[in-house]
């Protein structure tokens, strides 16, 4: 049972421009909101969060959208740098982030 | 030190040896995690330790085994595995304790191939 989707398993975007990768989630008992980074060979690093009692936290770049009432939130990269080229992990948690959930993962190209 | 370490980096075994896999960290972490990646599948958790005791095991066959031996250590024992246990096993930590939310810090991994 996939609790945590993210049903772009890859998206290309020209360098400069809005990156913008989506997740959606099933569990209405989550209340809090990972976005992982992940480059080939490493393990993920943490890059952004946020908590069910906000819609939208920025760090630079980077900032994170929660819908509550659609189970849907967004990671949006403005902007996009080849760096940021990786697999994009969304993950969930209830309560106790000892139990996180991830989404399967979108693979993000930035072209220069 | 703010990194999570994992030996060995690949392991090939045979359906009837037994090997083990190592995590350390040293950022005074509480709470230490196993997770489980298959190829193109999102990371599962397989266990946790929270103080060193074993707080979550998601119905993880018996052939893999977690040891906690102190704060900074996980293994993961593994014994009469499967070909299709080969996988990425990742571990992780998090400051645990009264934190609430606490974002989870991996390791490398252990690409495990089980012939």
């Known amino acids: 049972d996939q609790q945590v989707k993210q049903n772009s398993p890859s998206l290309s975007v020209q360098e400069g421009r809005i990156s913008i990768l989506n997740c959606d989630y099933t569990?209405?008992?989550?209340?809090?909101f990972l976005w992982y980074k992940k480059y080939p060979a490493e393990g993920p690093t943490f890059l952004i969060s946020?908590?069910?009692?906000?819609d939208k936290n920025e760090d630079g770049r980077f900032t994170v959208f929660l819908n509550k009432s659609a189970k849907h939130l967004s990671l949006h990269i403005v902007p996009s740098q080849p760096g940021d080229s990786a697999v994009y992990f969304c993950a969930a948690s209830a309560g106790n982030n000892n139990d996180m959930r991830f989404g399967a993962g979108t693979r993000l190209t930035v072209k220069p | 030190d703010t990194e999570v370490t994992q030996t060995p980096k690949h392991l090939v075994m045979g359906m009837t040896n037994k090997k083990s896999l190592k995590c350390e960290q040293h950022?005074?972490?509480?709470?230490m995690y196993w997770y489980k990646q298959k190829a193109k599948k999102p990371p599962e958790l397989m266990f946790v330790y929270s103080y060193e005791k074993l707080s979550i095991n998601e119905s993880v066959p018996s052939r893999f085994s977690p040891e906690c031996p102190n704060s900074s250590l996980l293994n993961l024992h593994l014994h009469a595995l499967q070909p299709e246990d080969s996988a990425l096993y990742l571990c992780a930590s998090s400051p645990g304790g009264r934190v609430r939310y606490n974002e989870q810090f991996f390791g490398p991994g252990t690409r495990l191939t089980v012939l």
């Open positions: 950022m005074g972490h509480r709470a």
């Open positions: 946020i908590s069910s009692i906000k």
């Open positions: 569990n209405s008992m989550f209340d809090y």
